[in-house]
C-alpha cells in the first residue's frame, strides 16, 4: 500500500483545514487508518483512527470535538477534516495504515504503511 497525503497549507487560527490520503492498491478496505503528526522538534504523535468499515473512529483529547476522520472505501481516501485550528496544531501530519487485528492502534511502530507527510501551519 503506497500512501499520498495532500490538503496541507498555512492557515490563521480558527480556520479550518481537510487532509486527504490517498491510498494505492486494491486492498485498501482490509486496512484501518490512523492520522499522525510531527510538531517542530517534537516526536511523532498519534491523533486519531478510524476502523475498516468507517463504523469506528478514535481521537486524542486535544484534537476531540475539533477533528473528523473519515473513509471514502470506493475512493481508497481517508480525509482528516480539521476545524477550529489552533497555533499548537502546527506540523507535519502523516496518515498511516495497518492489517493487524482489531482497528485501534496507536503506537507508530503497530502501523505498516506511511505517507510522506503534509505540513499544516497554523499562525496566530
Known amino acids: 500500500v503506497q500512501l499520498v497525503e495532500s490538503g496541507g497549507g498555512s492557515v490563521q487560527a480558527g480556520d479550518s483545514l481537510r487532509l486527504s490520503c490517498a491510498a494505492s492498491g486494491r486492498t485498501f478496505r482490509g486496512y484501518a487508518m490512523g492520522w499522525f503528526r510531527q510538531a517542530p522538534g517534537k516526536e511523532r504523535v498519534f491523533i486519531s483512527a478510524?476502523?475498516?468499515?468507517?463504523?469506528?473512529?478514535y481521537y486524542v483529547d486535544s484534537v476531540k470535538g475539533r477533528f473528523t476522520i473519515s473513509r471514502d472505501n470506493a475512493k481508497n481516501t481517508v480525509y482528516l477534516q480539521m476545524n477550529s485550528l489552533k497555533p499548537e496544531d502546527t506540523a507535519v501530519y502523516y496518515c498511516?495504515?495497518?492489517?493487524?487485528?482489531?482497528?485501534?492502534?496507536?503506537?507508530?511502530?503497530?502501523?505498516?504503511?506511511w505517507g510522506q507527510g503534509t505540513q499544516v501551519t497554523v499562525s496566530s
Open positions: 498511516a495504515a495497518h492489517n493487524r487485528g482489531g482497528w485501534l492502534r496507536t503506537k507508530g511502530f503497530e502501523y505498516d504503511y
Open positions: 478510524i476502523g475498516r468499515d468507517d463504523g469506528n473512529t
